[in-house]
């Protein structure tokens, strides 16, 4: 009878770590230029990663989310590397871009209003956002409920002013599988985020502001209350992409999973 119940206890204790993981996919579909794209993402604690494949197959980068160590990794398949964002890159990205900010507008304060727009058209070009006054919060506004890939779902659309510039059908997260895994950790990603948005508002000039707006952008996820499973951008009106939660499931994973490859190089930041 003791080894039965010491058979069982494991078996259930093995069952139990077997699906203590997630893995999902998501399509997206862009309209012009017409291009297919998927990104497969992997939860293991609070530790998340995301793969991205360029026209649905080709393995084009990675974004790796520690949660652990409160730090988020870029990989670049490209070159085999890959680079690491902590608190104190952040502080360093957001000097750099501060005095780069400082030395343009030093060397632009005696330029003819003609040299000055065409810098600043170039510097536009490099860093959206510039020469935008002031950043329009977006707007969630409830338009009903709806059903999107086989999950019922409610309906939300975003306007920044006037213009709608996206609409989500939000599911759940108990109705998807792995949803709390999933819910736990992206959740816990955007307080990351609010960090980086942070460190970044300490730079002076339009960089700071542009990334707090996209970081605002970001914590939708939180306002939802749930998992967008389909997302549709508009661009002046027309729909400019579409993206599709197309599956997940619980699973084993590996820690190993959720790392740079084997052989990849960690780079710096190039920051000087």
Request: hydrophobic share 40%; proline share 3%.
């Amino acid at each position: 009878m003791l080894k039965i119940l010491a058979v069982l206890v494991l078996t259930l204790g093995f069952s139990f770590h077997s699906f203590a993981d997630v893995v999902f996919e998501m399509d997206q579909k862009q309209i012009s230029p017409e291009a297919v794209h998927k990104t497969k993402g992997m939860v293991k604690g609070n530790n998340f990663k995301m793969d991205f494949y360029e026209n649905g197959t080709k393995l084009d980068g990675a974004m790796i989310y520690r949660g652990d160590k409160k730090e988020m990794i870029m990989v670049n398949h490209q070159d085999k590397s890959y680079v690491v964002i902590d608190q104190a890159a952040m502080n360093n990205l957001a000097s750099v871009m501060s005095e780069a900010m400082k030395q343009f507008e030093e060397a632009m304060k005696d330029a003819t209003p003609e040299k000055r727009e065409m810098m600043e058209k170039i510097m536009k070009g490099r860093m959206p956002g510039m020469g935008d006054s002031e950043r329009v919060e977006p707007v969630l506004k409830k338009v009903g409920t709806g059903n999107a890939n086989g999950y019922s779902c409610t309906k939300y659309d975003v306007y920044r002013g006037e213009a709608k510039i996206s609409q989500y059908c939000v599911a759940s997260w108990n109705s998807i599988e792995g949803g709390d895994e999933m819910k736990t950790v992206m959740l816990e990603m955007a307080q990351f985020m609010d960090m980086m948005a942070k460190s970044f508002s300490k730079s002076e000039g339009i960089m700071g502001k542009q990334i707090l707006f996209e970081n605002n952008v970001f914590t939708r996820l939180r306002k939802l209350n749930g998992f967008p499973v389909q997302t549709i951008d508009y661009e002046d009106g027309n729909i400019e992409s579409e993206s599709n939660f197309v599956s997940s499931k619980k699973v084993n994973l590996d820690s190993a999973d959720l790392e740079p490859p084997a052989g990849y190089k960690q780079q710096d930041m190039g920051l000087r």
